[in-house]
């Protein structure tokens, strides 16, 4: 928040909040000064700073030394007297943020350069030459991300992979090597390998998230080559069950290396039903349905098999739309509004809608041909769905259209979800778009059987996150069981 226009009491003490790590942008570090300077004037005795070390939320190191250095001396100038961090840190990743942090609150005046010379050499001794390196190319990869900053950029969001692409992991990698050639002390010698496991999360992230990228803009090709999409989607399944399996073990033999962490933040985007779908519609249309049954029969992999014997089984049945109003036609209801701010979308009535308010949102319904059109810009996070009663116990598929501009850390996906009787969550999984241009309409589809005790299924399109350029069109919604 601002600093007031009248004086605040003395008794009070503000803490300014900030993700500073946003400092990758120049005018956002100024503004962040400027705002220091504008509380230093508020009248109080004390100030405090407020930052997100994080750690946590993250699998990618997330290294911004030299912001944290400028920050805490520039407050300290301004007449800033307290802080206070959220860290829970990933260990084998954050390296040297915690141990600075806790130097530079001790004389903000001090020499972030010679301080990182203290940590490289009384930490890593023989190995400090290439775990300097790795950190300073981390710090690197941070600094020069591409796109505007906004709150907690990538916090728990699979975009943060677009750091560290395959190429630069592996040159970390070899840094690492370097060092644990290096470690000639055991103690130095646990100190790498502590960072070398936890880098192994990225690594395996980032390749899960290059494979999961893969395979969903394979299919979202008109015309996609079946063959090619099952064999991505091959590739994409190898490297979700090494993330898993690896990112388990480690957890349990080296608990202090990643934070603990929600596997649904990034797990939850599943390409597979959306492969399935295109490759049965190209497969059938080529009359090459047994080769590719054949095919995925072959894998032995019960995941894949189950759905697909779903799908193949379902397409000899008459599918029930199960969604009121799917055109979004009719009368549209006013959003629900708190304070003057709305906190929804004006939607027909069978539709509910949800928006975390700001300033520079809008979301419409266009015409189009005779066809209504959602338009949404400017989100931070905006939702639109539907429940309604489960159609059976047969395959459930859902789906939307969609065009649009998506930038990197953008979220534009598909919700599929099942609920109880007594509203309890059973299931949830989602399909995102991947980032980019998106000029001609493409369909996002999520498919599944209803869980024992499902009462309702729901479908709706999120978007959240968007930055100045992005937006994003949907129409077609679907929601149909056999």
Not at 44 to 56: E, F, I
Request: proline share 6%; net charge negative; glycine share 8%.
């Amino acid at each position: 928040e601002d600093a007031p226009d009248f004086r605040v009491n003395p008794q009070v003490v503000p803490f300014l909040t900030s993700d500073r790590a946003q400092g990758y942008d120049e005018n956002f570090r100024q503004e962040e000064f400027r705002l220091q300077n504008r509380w230093a004037q508020a009248g109080t005795k004390r100030l405090g700073l407020y930052d997100y070390l994080y750690g946590g939320g993250f699998l990618v190191p997330r290294i911004h030394t030299r912001l944290l250095a400028e920050n805490l001396r520039h407050a300290r100038r301004a007449g800033f007297t307290d802080y206070y961090a959220e860290v829970n840190p990933n260990w084998g990743l954050d390296g040297p943020m915690p141990w600075l942090a806790a130097q530079l609150l001790q004389d903000p005046e001090q020499s972030a350069g010679q301080l990182l010379d203290e940590y490289y050499r009384r930490y890593f001794k023989a190995a400090a030459e290439p775990m300097r390196r790795f950190f300073e190319l981390c710090e690197e990869r941070w600094m020069g991300q591409p796109g505007p900053p906004y709150w907690l950029k990538h916090y728990r969001n699979e975009s943060q992979a677009i750091l560290f692409p395959t190429e630069i992991c592996r040159q970390l990698r070899g840094l690492l090597d370097q060092a644990e050639t290096r470690a000639t002390e055991e103690t130095v010698h646990q100190r790498v390998k502590l960072v070398s496991g936890a880098f192994g999360v990225t690594e395996r992230f980032v390749a899960f998230k290059e494979a999961r990228d893969s395979v969903a803009r394979t299919v979202l090709v008109p015309g996609a080559d079946w063959r090619a999409a099952l064999s991505a989607l091959r590739v994409y399944l190898s490297a979700r069950r090494e993330f898993i399996h690896y990112t388990t073990n480690l957890q349990q033999a080296e608990p202090l290396a990643v934070a603990p962490f929600g596997w649904d933040d990034y797990l939850k985007n599943d390409p597979m039903a959306d492969v399935l779908l295109a490759v049965q519609a190209v497969a059938t249309a080529k009359g090459e349905e047994t080769a590719a049954d054949a095919m995925l029969q072959s894998w032995k992999e019960p995941l894949v098999n189950g759905l697909w014997q779903s799908l193949m089984a379902a397409s000899s049945k008459q599918e029930k739309e199960l969604l009121r109003n799917s055109a979004l036609a009719g009368p549209l209801q006013p959003p629900r509004r708190i304070a003057g701010l709305e906190y929804g979308v004006a939607l027909p009535e069978e539709w509910a809608s949800r928006v975390e308010p700001v300033q520079y949102h809008r979301a419409e319904l266009l015409e189009s041909g005779g066809t209504r059109v959602l338009r949404i810009s400017g989100s931070k996070d905006t939702s639109v769905s539907q429940w309604d009663p489960v159609g059976g116990a047969g395959l459930h598929v859902a789906g939307v259209s969609v065009r649009g501009h998506v930038s990197p850390g953008t979220i534009v996906s598909l919700t599929f979800a099942w609920l109880d009787g007594h509203e309890q969550h059973l299931g949830f999984k989602a399909l995102r778009l991947p980032d980019g241009e998106w000029p001609d309409w493409v369909t996002l589809q999520q498919a599944g059987l209803a869980p024992t005790g499902a009462v309702w299924v729901g479908m709706g399109l999120r978007v959240q996150n968007q930055v100045a350029g992005d937006w994003i069109e949907a129409r077609d919604f679907h929601l149909q069981a056999s």
